[in-house]
């Protein structure tokens, strides 16, 4: 079992709907979660950084952990078509490695 | 601000020869990685230094080495090039375990 898994997409949106891209992780011992957005030819680029669980919101964007069901989503509110890029999850092992999903591509159509 | 550069930008070489890659981080962290990201296996950690002479092997080590003389620069050398080394390689820093990492744009390498 991979210790963070993500549904790699791809996945289509007309502009203005709500995204929920999501990850589940294997070890209710992570604690630090991140969102990296990737545009084509580009380095991720850190989104959302969350400690422990709960709720983070940004604008638009809103981090939301659920350590019962060690559950990690990404909702993006009012999408626009600048949000296209593949949006990937990761959080730290107990080894101190920072594990990342394999990054679902997300586009949005105008 | 604070950033992460990566020279070059794209390199095309041949197999056998001996390749350096540059990364260098103006966030004055501890620590850096080197990853590649390849179709259907995402980022995958080559190297990582937790500071100044530090060098520890991650989980795609054979073929790479890094050594870290300053706290600004990593560089990632590919001994002998094979075409399975063909990539995306991206560097990364951070202040400290737990911290987000923050990338370069990263290095597209084509060995022929």
């Known amino acids: 079992q991979k210790e963070v898994e993500q549904d790699p997409g791809p996945l289509s949106v007309p502009e203005g709907a709500i995204v929920s891209l999501n990850c589940t992780y294997s070890n209710s011992a992570f604690q630090y979660f991140m969102w990296y957005r990737q545009y084509s030819r580009k380095g991720p680029e850190l989104l959302m950084y969350?400690?422990?669980?709960g709720n983070k919101e940004d604008g638009r964007f809103t981090a939301q952990v659920d350590k019962s069901s060690k559950y990690i989503s990404l909702f993006i509110r009012d999408s626009q078509p600048s949000d296209s890029a593949t949006y990937l999850c990761?959080?730290?092992?107990?080894?101190?490695?920072?594990?990342f999903g394999q990054g679902t591509e997300l586009s949005v159509k105008p | 601000d604070a950033e992460i550069t990566q020279s070059p930008r794209h390199k095309i070489t041949e197999t056998g020869r001996q390749v350096t890659l540059a990364c260098h981080q103006t966030w004055n962290h501890n620590n850096m990685f080197w990853y590649r990201q390849d179709l259907g296996h995402g980022l995958r950690l080559i190297h990582y230094?937790?500071?100044?002479?530090?060098?520890n092997k991650g989980e795609v080590s054979d073929g790479y080495s890094v050594s870290r003389s300053n706290t600004e620069d990593l560089p990632l050398t590919l001994e002998s090039a094979a075409s399975s080394q063909t990539s995306v390689y991206f560097c990364?820093?951070?202040?400290?375990?737990?911290?987000?990492?923050?990338f370069g744009d990263g290095t597209r390498l084509s060995i022929l």
């Open positions: 230094s937790y500071g100044v002479h530090d060098t």
């Open positions: 990761a959080s730290y092992n107990q080894g101190g490695k920072l594990i």
């Open positions: 990364a820093s951070s202040e400290s375990f737990g911290q987000p990492q923050h």
């Open positions: 969350t400690y422990s669980s």
